[in-house]
Nanobody
Framework: QVQLVESGGGLVQPGGSLRLSCAASGSIFSFYNTGWYRQAPGKQRELVAHFSSSGTTDYADSVKGRFAISRDNAKNTMYLQMNSLKPEDTAVYYC?????????WGQGTQVTVSS
């Protein structure tokens, strides 16, 4: 079974950038039907960026134009480049399947945007 592990979070000032990584272990992983979620304190988890079943990308309106999802098949890793970060982007970020029956939630990686 493939395991996805997130990394790359941290503390950044408003307007700054971070790149999150999601490494897949266990087998070669296409990252189709996989995306980045986030959950802020007291809020529901939301899908912010994902690859569809055909490999196209889509974004939540709140991050469109600022975040970019990508993958490196050779490294079996998916990325989330986050630019122009805002305090409201503060959350724990997770990578996971879009298919509920295939979802296993790890610890995620904390992103804090604050001056």
């Amino acid at each position: 079974q493939v395991q996805l592990v997130e990394s790359g979070g941290g503390l950044v000032q408003p307007g700054g950038s971070l790149r999150l990584s999601c490494a897949a272990s266990g087998s070669i992983f296409s990252f189709y039907n996989t995306g980045w979620y986030r959950q802020a304190p007291g809020k529901q988890r939301e899908l912010v960026a994902h690859f569809s079943s055909s490999g196209t990308t889509d974004y939540a309106d709140s991050v469109k134009g600022r975040f970019a999802i990508s993958r490196d098949n050779a490294k079996n890793t998916m990325y989330l480049q986050m630019n122009s970060l805002k305090p409201e982007d503060t959350a724990v970020y997770y990578c996971n399947s879009l298919i509920p029956s295939r979802q296993t939630w790890g610890q995620g990686t904390q992103v804090t945007v604050s001056s």
